[in-house]
């Protein structure tokens, strides 16, 4: 989901930008056709542009400019067309309303709009008729507010949508799929910049006995206090995740195996020192390993499992470095 939700950013950005691309350099012959040699150089830089973000899209998957510089062209061409052509100019405003919201980011676009409204409010003051004006003036705020509506409904939505996907519904820990995503995130990272990343998967010890002593709502509690208590300790640079049933993994970026060994151990005293209302103490058996420089995901990933099944046969509530 989390990769379908990108890849919706990805084509609305490919497309709009295309058609800007399209657009800008027909209306650049258009008007040279026209005689208006400064709107045609000005659409002929936009397309210029365009076409850069798109190539920069296809092959780098990267947003120049976050698509700022759509700033710099599309709403000056069409103020400038507005105030060298008023009689049809100013039906491009409401293009440009819309376009902030889809070019820009939503802060930025809510920015970008007033600062266009009022100038082009401005140049349709001089060329309009105050009852014509004052149509102008109303459709122009009601387009705005519309846009924002609609551009920030979805945005929450993607940002609730985003949220359940990657997270699990019962421990508000990162789930198993943003795990495998997450590693191979860091190990990409340790190669390209030599930064220290280590990996700490742990589970609780004879879970399956509390479930079935106290019952599953009892072991979700203690699920939810393990998870709170890591979270409460990790740092924000830190990632935990519910890896299985009982099964959790913390990924520590910037820590090196010797830190992340000392820190598995205090975690692991946290666990056991928690007051779960259960009448027994709860513990913890893990492995931790620093990611090597022949790692692939699967290997990091069964380096620990190997050191947390060895701290199971040596008897739990241990930490074993692999």
Request: proline share 2%; aromatic share 14%; hydrophobic share 45%.
């Amino acid at each position: 989901m989390i990769i379908e939700i990108e890849q919706y950013r990805f084509k609305l950005r490919f497309y709009l930008n295309a058609l800007g691309l399209v657009s800008s350099f027909g209306f650049a012959i258009l008007q040279f056709l026209r005689g208006d040699s400064l709107t045609a150089l000005i659409s002929l830089i936009g397309s210029v542009y365009f076409m850069i973000v798109v190539y920069r899209l296809i092959t780098k998957r990267h947003y120049l400019w976050r698509g700022r510089g759509f700033v710099l062209f599309i709403p000056v061409t069409i103020l400038n067309v507005i105030n060298v052509h008023p009689d049809y100019g100013i039906y491009w405003a409401y293009v440009g309303v819309l376009s902030f919201f889809l070019a820009l980011e939503l802060k930025e676009a809510c920015l970008g709009v007033c600062l266009f409204i009022i100038i082009t409010l401005y140049f349709a003051n001089l060329h309009y008729p105050s009852p014509v004006f004052i149509r102008i003036f109303a459709t122009l705020i009601l387009v705005g507010l519309f846009s924002f509506l609609l551009s920030f409904f979805i945005e929450q939505l993607l940002i609730k949508v985003n949220s359940l996907v990657i997270h699990d519904s019962l421990t508000n820990a990162l789930n198993r799929h943003t795990f495998h995503t997450s590693i191979e995130g860091s190990l990409k990272a340790f190669f390209r910049y030599k930064t220290p990343v280590s990996l700490f998967i742990f589970d609780i010890d004879y879970f399956k006995k509390i479930n079935d002593t106290h019952g599953h709502p009892i072991g979700d509690e203690v699920l939810i206090k393990i998870s709170h208590l890591m979270k409460n300790r990790l740092r924000d640079s830190d990632l935990l995740f519910r890896y299985g049933g009982e099964e959790f993994a913390i990924l520590l970026n910037h820590t090196n195996q010797q830190e992340a060994f000392k820190l598995s151990q205090e975690l692991r005293v946290l666990v056991e020192k928690q007051d779960y209302n259960i009448g027994q103490t709860v513990t913890i058996s893990g492995g931790v390993s620093q990611a090597q420089p022949l790692d692939q995901a699967h290997t990091w990933i069964d380096r620990c499992d190997k050191a947390l099944y060895q701290a199971k046969s040596a008897g739990r509530n241990k930490v074993i470095q692999g």
